[in-house]
Every structure is written in structure tokens, then in C-alpha cells.
């Protein structure tokens, strides 16, 4: 039978100049930082040593209860037992805005990502520590083979860095995979809300044949020649494959594609999970 740890996913972090390395990648105002995934308290006690409010949000409701007895009860720090996948953020950022930091359970560290990054008015800067597979996924450059769905998802919502790694050694107990630290400083999208819908719809049909060209991987959005006059009104090469395009590219051809109001089933059934 799995244990508790096991079945949640946990591997706390227990190295001091990791956790100040992740709070010094903070800035310094809002003087307020949503962590999530607290854990045991190895950084939630240096986030505290730096910044006013800490509001810690655990999902283990054991570790919630005890965690700030765990650290002699520090003001500025607030628990909450809760799901940073599922809670309503307005309520868990009330006060705000924030920034968040935390080191993100492996199995829902994208989907936390995806939630939180259209939110800048919420949140401002995002430091949160990640499996470095997803991390070099994220801020992967145009032409790089790990390039996917969520990269231009962050492109469209942030400025993304891969500021560090970190050995398995400096969690406990240590998981078989490197982790990184990414830093995201969140903004307002640059495009209309529905042009960005239609750029990652269409974008996430692509990926979901990423070693096709373009050409071919947009086949389920329109007919051949309807694609064909897509790419060259957007100037886009239709050799070219998914993984190539910038998120600008990805929006001019969201323009071009002729459906209108009414988008192909393809592009409004959900964004699909294109390699990440």
C-alpha cells in the first residue's frame, strides 16, 4: 500500500540556500507572497524572514494544521487548507495582489501554472519550482523540439525564465528527476482575448501533430487550400513545423484561418494538451 506521501506526490524540500535562492528571485514589493504547497516549512520560514504576509496554502490537511506550531507560530503567516488546482482564486488571492512562490507537486505543476499565469491581477510574479522536463517546456525557443502548447501559453501571459536546477539530494526523500526553478513575471496579453483563443486553438490542433509541417497539421481546421492561403496571408512557410513558429505567428495565422464566429469543432472542443 502506497503511503500517504506517496499517494499526494511529496518531496519536501530541505536545503536552506535553495529556499533563499527561490525568495531572493522574488521582488521586493507586493510584500506579500502566496506559497503554495508549503510542505514541511523549509520556505516558508526564509519567505517570512523577508516579507510581511506569507499565505500558505497546503493541500495536506495534516501539514496545514501543523505547520505554523511547526515554525513557533511567526506573525505575518497565514495557513489555509486548500487545492491551488481547484479553489476559487479570487478568494485564495483576496488582498492582493500577490506574488507566489512554491515548490509544485510534479503531477499538477502545469495545470497550477495554466491557472495562475492569465491572472495578473492577481499575481505578479510567479517563482515556483517545477520538474525541469516541464521547465525547459516552457521556456523553450522557437525550433527547439520540447517547444509546445504551453509555451506559448506562457509567451502569451509572462516574461519566463529557467533561473536554476535543483539535484534530487536537496529534497527529502529525493525524487528520481531533476527539478528547476522558473520565474514568470506576469502581464496583461497583448492581443484581444479572442484572438489569443483562436491562435492557441489552432496551435493546439498543431501540436497534436507536431512532426508534420504546417501544412499538413492544420488539415483538421480546413480544407487544403483554405490552409494553404491561411499560411501565405499570414506569411507563414507551410514546411515549417509547429515547433518552429513564435506565439506572433500563432496569432497572425488565427487571424487569417476564415471560420468566422464559428471556429472548426477542432478548435472549440478545449485547448489540447500538444506536448505541453
Not at 476559487?88 to 506574488?99: E, K
Amino acid at each position: 500500500m502506497r503511503t500517504r506521501r506517496q499517494r499526494l506526490g511529496q518531496h519536501f524540500l530541505c536545503d536552506t540556500g535553495t529556499a533563499r535562492a527561490i525568495v531572493a528571485a522574488l521582488a521586493p514589493e507586493p510584500s506579500r507572497v502566496l506559497e503554495i504547497g508549503p510542505g514541511q516549512g523549509a520556505l516558508t520560514r526564509v519567505l517570512l524572514e523577508r516579507f510581511a504576509a506569507v499565505r500558505a496554502v497546503e493541500l495536506d490537511a495534516r501539514l496545514a494544521a501543523g505547520l505554523a506550531a511547526r515554525l513557533g507560530a511567526p506573525p505575518g503567516l497565514e495557513v489555509r487548507h486548500g487545492d491551488a488546482l481547484a479553489d476559487d482564486l479570487d478568494t485564495l488571492a483576496a488582498g492582493g495582489p500577490w506574488q507566489v512562490a512554491g515548490n509544485l507537486p510534479y503531477s499538477v505543476g502545469t495545470p497550477i501554472i495554466r491557472r495562475l499565469l492569465p491572472r495578473h491581477d492577481l499575481f505578479t510574479r510567479l517563482v515556483v519550482m517545477v520538474q525541469l522536463e516541464v521547465a525547459r517546456r516552457i521556456v523553450a525557443s522557437p525550433g527547439g523540439s520540447e517547444r509546445g502548447l504551453i509555451t506559448l501559453e506562457a509567451e502569451a501571459h509572462a516574461r519566463a525564465e529557467l533561473l536554476f536546477t535543483v539535484p534530487p539530494g536537496r529534497f527529502s526523500p529525493p525524487p528520481k528527476v531533476t527539478s528547476a526553478v522558473l520565474r514568470f513575471a506576469l502581464r496583461p496579453v497583448a492581443a484581444p482575448p479572442n484572438a489569443l483563443s483562436r491562435a492557441l486553438g489552432l496551435a493546439s490542433e498543431a501540436f497534436s501533430h507536431r512532426r508534420k509541417k504546417l501544412a499538413n497539421a492544420m488539415s483538421a481546421c480546413a480544407p487544403p487550400e483554405v490552409v494553404a492561403a491561411t499560411l501565405a496571408a499570414a506569411g507563414v512557410d507551410g514546411g515549417a513545423r509547429p515547433q518552429d513558429l513564435p506565439l506572433s505567428a500563432w496569432l497572425l495565422l488565427g487571424q487569417a484561418l476564415p471560420f468566422g464566429d464559428a471556429a472548426p469543432a477542432a478548435l472549440t472542443s478545449g485547448l489540447r494538451d500538444g506536448g505541453q
